[in-house]
């Protein structure tokens, strides 16, 4: 059936009729705004009022007796949405959750118009029926999902189920080449809720007018976050919470944003979950880069002329000198007294300190082997990574026999290339290390100091002791402050690392290309 | 020879499932404060403490929790998400996060993994792009380094307006102890016919 009525709207292919009132049409497509989408297509939801469009997949599609035209929509769960509930999952940049369980929050019906336009996800579940995306589609993606989230038990999934919100789980994964488009099925699937009463009984409670161009997303929370969040109604642009729940017996309810403002959720310590979709400018997660470049990196570069050198499997030979001599650190203050010490940057963050030694004997041979044609093999401390250092570039020390080694390999990396297996060139430099020296204060820990008083026992208690800080208290306020900071830090240096991860993949193209 | 290397490999990787890395410690935290601190919410298999060989030194010492199982430490890091836990010092709490391989000083390498390094030949197009990266990498280091400079410049505003309001508040509650010790309260309110005793 053709709505003439409405410019830019055209339905599609039919699909069949209601089994208990035969007024309803159920369609397979239709064009909407000079785009065409399908059932079990992915699109962008718009909500008045969110800065980020919902995700869902289009699971039904229908006309109503009163020509209103209706699209049940599946959810997908940005991990920002579920933030309370991630735990230590750390999901990757572009990863979204699909709504499972049975429950509120899984699936709605919207009106068609709300569509803000298709979206581009693939399936990346390891599942056999689910068609492999190749690498150019998983570039080509907007999202990936692979895992889902059970509205009901609030827990994240690996699994797909069989069936989500009627749903087949093969119209969830990937579509393969050969099968484009959805199977023929005269009806929608019975032992569903009847999806036409659904949308009369929502019909009749929201008036069609109020809802329009909105879709209604509903999630469900406990009883207690709700009354949390109905206090702090319209407040905050905080993105922590999955409460934002809109009843469907309130007629403006989807005006009305229950956001939990609480920021007891926020103070996480991973950053992961809270990058902003828009920040997509990666299509791969930086996880999956690694995996890609450590499974390649060997092959690489055989097709070269050059010499590849390689490094056998790092094996603690030296492990009895080891332990004879003084520890790293000392020697590490040695060292750099004596003008020994470099440390090289931009090494591959996963490799350790032998592997370290190993890249560094090539600098070291390639000068000695020169002058006085030895091998030596200097010693190297791969640095620990803490959640300040950068994931594009590792560190090292490396201890040099002499001053004069140690001068002319920071001279020769320098006018010269190194090159480790992904194409990224050492870079070396003198660097002092910090001082083991003693530090006692700490940025942010207060005393009072009252001089006439001697510390009354409680609060020498609470310096002394660790805990948790209850909600009424000043300390909890200051915490908050604290937390609040942390994270604003956190923000920016994750984005700063994101634009630098961008600026080196321009330039490893430029490798590629030549 | 090379199954046992894979298999330490493997458990090296659990190890690291188990841990929590636990970060913004006072440097005057030690590992049995620690110990007790993080034992109130499972047992505490190991701490090690993350050596800080170039970061700045106001950088907090961060440190290496192993927990008996994941689901422990997978605890301790929601828990402290949750509520601000306070260790040796107020008000600024620790947080903590999933241990990453990248943490551990001293972890075994990959097993199976070859690295293969090499000079570049000046005349190699390549050349260019790797000394164009080399710069890159040096701003970028620098850019880190001037960010973590500022950050650390805003956490010494925030402590520093933590302690005056501190301070303040302190003084307020001196003053009114004192007029209450002294009698000028009690006297006052005999002059203004007020009832100072609570006595509901």
């Known amino acids: 059936m053709v709505d003439t009525s409405d410019i830019g709207f055209k339905w599609g292919k039919k699909r069949g009729v209601g089994v208990k009132n035969r007024e309803i049409k159920y369609y397979e497509s239709f064009h909407f705004d000079g785009v065409e989408y399908n059932l079990y297509d992915d699109v962008y939801l718009y909500k008045e009022g969110e800065p980020e469009p919902y995700i869902g997949k289009l699971v039904r599609i229908w006309e109503t007796p009163n020509k209103t035209r209706r699209v049940k929509v599946l959810w997908f769960f940005r991990p920002c949405e579920i933030v309370k509930y991630l735990g230590t999952e750390q999901p990757l940049e572009n990863e979204l959750f699909l709504a499972s369980g049975e429950g509120v929050g899984l699936a709605n019906d919207n009106p068609l118009e709300a569509i803000a336009g298709k979206c581009h996800i693939i399936c990346t579940s390891k599942d056999a029926r689910n068609p492999q995306p190749s690498p150019e589609e998983l570039q080509k993606a907007d999202f990936v999902f692979s895992r889902t989230f059970d509205v009901v038990e609030y827990k994240i999934m690996d699994k797909i189920d069989e069936k989500i919100a009627g749903t087949e789980v093969k119209n969830i994964f990937n579509r393969s080449p050969n099968r484009n488009g959805v199977e023929k099925v005269i009806c929608p699937d019975k032992e569903d809720e009847d999806p036409h009463n659904n949308a009369l009984l929502s019909e009749a409670k929201v008036k069609p007018s109020d809802d329009h161009n909105r879709p209604l997303k509903k999630r469900k929370l406990d009883a207690s976050e709700i009354l949390g969040n109905e206090l702090k109604n319209d407040e905050g642009k905080s993105t922590d919470a999955v409460g934002h729940q809109t009843p469907l017996q309130s007629g403006s309810a989807s005006e009305n944003k229950f956001r939990n403002k609480n920021l007891n959720e926020s103070p996480r310590g991973e950053r992961g979950p809270f990058l902003k979709p828009e920040e997509k400018l990666m299509e791969l997660s930086r996880g999956k880069l690694d995996e890609v470049s450590y499974h390649q990196s060997p092959q690489k570069d055989d097709k070269n002329n050059y010499e590849a050198l390689q490094a056998p499997l790092p094996i603690d030979v030296d492990k009895n000198t080891w332990f004879k001599e003084p520890p790293f650190e000392e020697r590490m203050q040695t060292a750099c007294e004596q003008g020994t010490l470099v440390l090289l940057r931009n090494l591959d963050p996963t490799y350790v300190s032998t592997e370290v030694e190993f890249v560094t004997t090539i600098v070291y041979n390639l000068q000695d082997i020169i002058r006085q044609g030895l091998k030596e093999k200097c010693s190297a401390k791969m640095l620990p990574q803490t959640t300040t250092s950068s994931p594009h570039s590792g560190q090292a020390f490396v201890i040099f026999k002499t001053k004069e080694a140690a001068k002319t390999a920071i001279k020769k990396l320098e006018t010269g290339c190194l090159v480790l297996p992904d194409g990224r060139p050492l870079v070396g430099c003198v660097e002092t290390p910090c001082s083991p020296g003693k530090q006692s204060t700490f940025i942010g820990h207060l005393v009072i100091s009252n001089p006439k008083q001697p510390q009354t026992r409680g609060t020498k208690e609470a310096v002394s002791t660790s805990h948790c800080s209850q909600p009424n208290t000043i300390v909890y306020d200051m915490a908050m402050e604290w937390c609040l900071l942390q994270q604003k830090s956190d923000f920016v240096l994750d984005k700063l690392y994101k634009l630098q991860g961008v600026e080196l993949k321009k330039v490893k193209a430029l490798l590629k290309s030549k | ?200």
């Open chain 2, 1 to 200: 020879m090379a199954s046992t290397t894979e298999t330490e490999y493997a458990a090296f990787l659990e190890k690291v499932k188990r841990t929590v890395y636990v970060d913004n410690l006072s440097p005057q935290v030690t590992e049995p404060v620690l110990r007790t601190a993080l034992d109130q919410f499972g047992m505490v298999k190991n701490i090690q403490f993350i050596t800080n060989y170039i970061e700045p030194e106001h950088i907090p010492k961060h440190v290496l929790v192993e927990m008996e199982d994941e689901d422990q430490a997978k605890a301790i890091v929601k828990l402290i998400a949750s509520c601000p836990l306070m260790i040796v010092g107020m008000p600024r709490p620790v947080r903590a996060c999933a241990a990453k391989v990248e943490m551990f000083e001293d972890r075994p390498a990959k097993p199976g993994r070859k690295i293969e390094v090499r000079w570049l030949d000046p005349d190699d197009p390549n050349f260019e792009v790797a000394q164009k990266w080399k710069k890159i990498d040096k701003r970028h280091a620098a850019e880190v380094r001037f960010l973590l400079k500022q950050q650390k410049a805003e956490e010494e505003k925030l402590a520093k307006q933590q302690a005056d309001n501190l301070k303040a508040n302190f003084a307020k509650y001196e003053m009114i102890d004192a007029i209450m010790a002294d009698g000028t309260a009690a006297r006052l309110a005999e002059y203004y016919g007020l009832n100072l005793r609570d006595e509901s």
